[in-house]
């Protein structure tokens, strides 16, 4: 009877932690709706940060928001082997932006995942990100704000493997010719 009283009590415990849980979630939930205030702050800062190389007004981005949304895209634009990259590449970087000597067919490809940005370094006016984007280490950017043009790529190096494509390499395609 002793064993019976004891699986009942830990039916009752195990069950009273569940409800509990349950409730304090639904607390949460209701004290914290939706968060759509964050969302349409977040979507808002996204259309300034696109415009504000044309426009001088443009709100003053932190440099963590930066690092985490205008960073992965230069990144992506970067390493990009797309039509309009030159046009992108006029919006996020400056035209002096260290590594933007290096031919596009010397940039490896990458892999094709979503890239994040995170912030190294950072004032109100300059912010050293990394983006990874599936390699085993990320690329480096630094950025600089200008009131004129807003934030600035001034510069981007990739990691030591995977980024770049050094003279010899060969493709797949070639890989697999030489092997015939």
Known sequence: MDERKRNILIIAATTAAVVLMVVA????????PSGTENRNKLAASDVKAETSTSTPA?????PLEVCEKLAPKAAATYTSKAADRDRLIKRYFASDAQGLNIPIDRIADQPDVQASGGMNAGTSTTATCSVWTGLE????????????????CTGISGPFEGAYTVLGDKTPEEDKDDEK
């Open 25 to 32: 979630n639904i607390a949460f939930i209701l004290m914290h």
């Open 58 to 62: 443009a709100r003053h981005q932190k």
């Open 137 to 152: 280490s990320p690329w480096t950017l630094t950025w600089r704000w200008a009131a004129d043009k807003g934030w600035k």
